[in-house]
């Protein structure tokens, strides 16, 4: 044995701050990996793109509604950049042992427990590029396209709080197994459940407990009246975030006050978010859903363009220029001496969760009477969603009607029947508005809701108006398939006689030189 | 100065004996550590890197004891270490990884710089752009080396370092170990007895977790002084015998009273040292 001369000196002093600060450096690193990791790349790429493309898509959503698109983008901000941010957090955790650098990395200074913070710190700016986004997209909406509302910050914050939520779930499935396919296959998971649990709960509390949140209404409603819990909901998800990221740094050695005061911080955020995310709205909420759904004109205010007065809840009036757009292209076909009808078009909500025992019936009374008591009677309604065919084809046929018959439909639980010659010339008088107006009615008519075949049309996606059978229908499509100009004429040249309660559909394809029904309508 | 004092190390993995008994001393300067495939060198290597500690035994490093958590991170913060098969992050470049290691060592203060000096003194520095992925072999066992002289250490563990280098690369890296034996401690250890003979002014010799020999490289061969001879033909009885490029067979053992007897190398010296009886089965 060689005779110990001299011991080494010992450990040179120590720098009190270098393990925070070779956190924070080491979190820089792995912000920078995780940003440009090819799934994060492609994530981002994907939620862009299927932002974009729905731009581009005609329907609703080029007339965006942004109280709900906000929950919606949420939800596609969960699946790629949450899911991205899921693999990426997990594989930085997992590269030590992915690459074999155990051996090296076990013998290094910084603890375990400071690299797993590290990891979740670099989950952070997924989330921010997450906020940005979001935002970027809510505000080009809003200055670009004639959005309609606006969105709830909150709602808004959620989509990032998902990605920090799965971000540190997939921190922590790295600490819990070293195997780089559970953090996949957790996704996988995650996701069928949702979309599984989804038409189970039926919109029910339960889905208030998953990340996405509960549903949204069937139909757009004015902000007041929404009153998602989305302030409880975005404390949850925070609280379980931060309740995975203590569990993930414990589960690396990590012990102490602060981490055990972080966790119960946590865990309180969670129960309280939770809690109070399920309980039910205020009753006041809850009256004023009713109200605007009895009483619109209460809630709305109206404008009058080119002669025609139109009635929109709050935020909605964006989109009057564009009701505007097929209002006066069945105008324009009609005799001038026709015109005279005071015409109001007036949003409306109908909504089951709001309906508290009312039904289709009473609802339409309730309509009645609230045009009536606004100085609007017989109003032409219109729901709170607009952009696709079926919308366009539905307002241009309750104008077309109007126009044609001079009255408001009566209310009939399948819409009022409009035979003969008047049934013929809404049809066609819808069709002809405009190329979208067209898809929309043959949309309309091969869904062929009613059992007697023709074509039903909608004052809101639930409450059928005016119902056109099917020889009339078929006389009116003959029609839509001549010139436009053509027809045009034989309309204005025999106006009188086609709206002439007498005359038959038979009658009506003569003037206007169509073939014949084959059957004839009993009306 | 010496760095590091084992005494009586042990360690049993279940039923089986790593290490036996294991007592040294390790000084400034490059040792090498010989012995045959599981002797038990990176068992030892790995308890005096911290990894793993003994069950039984004295240990300090650089002053430190190991067994506690304090005395680890003070071994820690003046260790360097290049672990049997490193693993190297494929798709860092060379200077990320060796940043990587930096900050895992907590080294904040002028990190870059000292990443670039340590690449630089293993002369990457034309490559440290490059991913690890595209580096030979060689140039990536140099990334290794690198990240073990991170922060000056005063000791540095290579494990087998030179496994799988071709003679330029094996060469190369000689010359920086050597380097890197200046002024500080290195622990080598390797299969290469040509890598002792070149860079190391102690060997260990360690075999069925026991140590051998320790002393200077030229008392190892002088073990087999008077021990190894040449003749144009096999001879019978001799512990080992292989034919040289000369034709003539060499031989280790109890020479034949007429042999030609040759000077003994490190190699002769360490395969006398080694079991004797497995030698003569394994040249059989």
């Known amino acids: ?523 | 100065m010496t760095t590091v004092r084992a005494e009586g190390l042990s360690l049993r993995f279940g039923r089986a004996t790593a290490l036996e008994d294991v007592s040294f001393a390790l000084h400034d300067g490059v040792t090498g550590l010989l012995g045959p495939n599981g002797a038990g060198k990176t068992t030892l290597l790995r308890i005096l890197a911290t990894a793993i500690p003994a069950d039984a035994g004295q240990l300090r490093i650089l002053g430190a004891d190991p067994r506690g958590a304090a005395g680890r991170l003070a071994v820690r913060r003046r260790l360097g270490y290049l672990p049997q098969n490193p693993g190297f992050h494929q798709h860092f470049t060379a200077f990320e990884f060796v940043d990587y290691i930096a900050i895992l060592k907590e080294i904040v203060v002028g990190r870059h710089d000292e990443v670039r000096r340590v690449l630089h003194a293993v002369g990457l520095d034309d490559q440290r752009g490059k991913k690890i992925k595209a580096l030979s072999g060689g140039m990536r066992q140099r990334v290794g080396l690198a990240a073990a002289l991170l922060d000056e250490p005063a000791l540095v563990i290579l494990d087998e370092p030179t496994v799988g280098l071709d003679p330029e690369q094996r060469m190369r890296f000689r010359e920086l170990i050597a380097q890197i034996g200046e002024g500080r401690t290195v622990l080598l250890s390797t299969h290469q007895t040509e890598d002792v003979a070149t860079v190391c002014q102690r060997v260990i010799v360690l075999n069925q977790g026991r140590i051998r020999f320790e002393g200077e490289p030229v008392a190892l061969a002088g073990m087999a002084r008077g021990r190894v001879w040449t003749s144009p033909a096999r001879a019978d009885g001799a512990l080992a015998a292989w034919r040289t490029g000369s034709g003539d067979y060499h031989h280790i053992g109890d020479p034949p009273p007429d042999a030609r007897l040759v000077d003994p190398s490190i190699e002769d010296g360490y395969l006398m040292v080694i079991d004797a009886a497995s030698l003569a089965g394994r040249t059989a």
């Open chain 1, 1 to 523: 044995m060689t005779a110990v001369l001299a011991e080494a000196p010992g450990t040179p002093a120590l720098d009190a701050a270098a393990p925070r600060r070779a956190t924070l450096a080491l979190a820089r690193v792995e912000i920078v990996r995780m940003l440009r990791h090819p799934v994060t790349v492609a994530a981002t790429l994907l939620l862009t793109g299927s932002w974009v493309s729905a731009w581009f898509a005609i329907g609703t959503t080029r007339y965006p509604v942004l109280q709900n698109l906000d929950r919606d983008s949420a939800i596609g901000m969960m699946m790629m950049l949450g899911g991205a941010a899921l693999i990426v957090g997990n594989l930085a955790v997992l590269r030590t042992h992915r690459d074999g650098t155990t051996g090296l990395s076990q013998v290094l200074i910084l603890p375990d427990h400071a690299r797993t913070l590290a990891h979740l710190i670099a989950v952070l700016p997924l989330a921010v590029v997450g906020a940005v986004l979001i935002v970027a997209r809510m505000a080009i909406l809003a200055i670009c396209a004639p959005a309609a509302g606006h969105p709830n910050p909150y709602e808004l914050a959620i989509g990032p709080a998902t990605v920090l939520l799965l971000g540190a779930l997939g921190v922590l499935l790295g600490r819990l197994t070293r195997s780089a396919v559970v953090a996949p296959l957790a996704l996988l998971v995650l996701l069928a459940s949702l979309v599984a649990l989804e038409p189970l709960a039926h919109g029910g509390k339960a889905l208030w407990l998953a990340p996405q949140g509960g549903s949204v209404l069937e139909m757009p409603t004015p902000v007041s009246l929404m009153a998602r819990p989305a302030a409880a909901h975005l404390g949850y998800l925070l609280g379980l975030a931060g309740l995975l990221a203590a569990a993930a740094v414990l589960r690396a050695g990590a012990r102490g006050v602060r981490v055990a005061g972080a966790g119960a911080v946590a865990l309180a955020c969670a129960v309280a978010g939770g809690t109070a995310q399920l309980s039910p709205p205020d009753r006041a909420v809850v009256a004023a859903r009713t109200a605007a759904m009895t009483h619109p004109s209460r809630y709305e205010t109206c404008q009058e363009l080119e002669h025609v007065t139109y009635c929109a809840f709050a935020g909605f009036h964006r989109w009057v220029p564009a009701w505007t757009t097929v209002v006066r292209a069945v105008v324009a076909r009609v005799p001038a001496p026709a015109r005279s009808a005071q015409l109001t078009v007036r949003q409306r909500i109908a909504i089951p969760a709001f309906d508290r025992g009312i039904g289709p019936e009473r609802l339409r009374a309730a309509w009645r009477a609230d045009d009536a008591a606004a100085g609007t009677p017989g109003a032409i309604g219109i729901d709170t969603s607009w952009g696709d065919s079926h919308a366009a084809a539905n307002l241009a046929a309750q104008v077309a009607y109007r126009l044609v018959t001079g009255e408001a439909p009566v209310d009939a639980r399948d819409g009022a029947t409009t035979c003969g010659g008047a049934g013929v010339l809404v049809v066609w008088l819808a069709g002809q508005a405009s190329a979208q107006a067209r898809t929309g009615l043959r949309l309309l008519a091969q869904e062929a809701r009613d059992e007697r075949g023709g074509v039903s049309f909608y004052e809101t996606q639930l409450m059928p108006t005016v119902y056109v059978p099917a020889p009339e229908l078929a006389v009116a499509t003959q029609a839509l398939a001549r010139t436009r100009a053509d027809i045009a004429a034989r309309v204005q040249q025999s106006w009188a006689t086609l709206t002439a309660p007498s005359t038959t559909a038979a009658q009506a394809a003569q003037i206007l030189g169509v073939p014949a029904p084959a059957t004839s309508t009993a009306c």
